[in-house]
Nanobody, 122 residues
Framework: QLQLVESGGGLVPPGGSLRLSCAAS????????MGWFRQAPGEEREFVSA????????NYADAVKGRFTISRDIAKNTVYLQMNGLKPEDTAVYFC???????????????WGQGTQVTVSS
C-alpha cells in the first residue's frame, strides 16, 4: 500500500504563492507517476499537473501553465507543486495521486491523498 500525505495549503491573496507538498511512503513507488488534481465546491475534480518519478517528465493543465511548477525530490520521497500568481479561481481542495502512467485522467491513478485546501481571496 502506498500512502500519500499533502500539506502546504492555506489562505493567500490574489497574486500570492503557495507550495504544496506530497509525501509518499509505503511500497516502492519509483515506477509511479505523480499527479496533482483539484476540486472546487460544486465542481468535478480536474487535472492540474503530473510528473514522472524517474525522468521528471511533466504535464500541465492549460489553466495553470506558466504559473504552477511541479517537481520531485527523490531523496525525500516528496512531490511539490509551486503555485505562483494565484487567482480566486484556483480555490479548491488539492489532491495528490500516484499512478503507473503520466496521464491527465483520474482513472490512471491508483492512490490518493486526503487533500489540502487552497483558498485565494482578499
Amino acid at each position: 500500500q502506498l500512502q500519500l500525505v499533502e500539506s502546504g495549503g492555506g489562505l493567500v491573496p490574489p497574486g500570492g504563492s503557495l507550495r504544496l507538498s506530497c509525501a509518499a511512503s509505503g511500497r516502492a513507488f519509483s515506477a509511479y507517476a505523480m499527479g496533482w488534481f483539484r476540486q472546487a465546491p460544486g465542481e468535478e475534480r480536474e487535472f492540474v499537473s503530473a510528473i514522472t518519478w524517474s525522468r521528471a517528465s511533466t504535464n500541465y493543465a492549460d489553466a495553470v501553465k506558466g504559473r504552477f511548477t511541479i517537481s520531485r525530490d527523490i531523496a525525500k520521497n516528496t512531490v511539490y507543486l509551486q503555485m505562483n500568481g494565484l487567482k480566486p479561481e484556483d480555490t479548491a481542495v488539492y489532491f495528490c495521486a500516484a499512478g503507473s502512467l503520466l496521464t491527465r485522467s483520474q482513472k490512471g491513478y491508483n492512490y490518493w491523498g486526503q487533500g489540502t485546501q487552497v483558498t485565494v481571496s482578499s
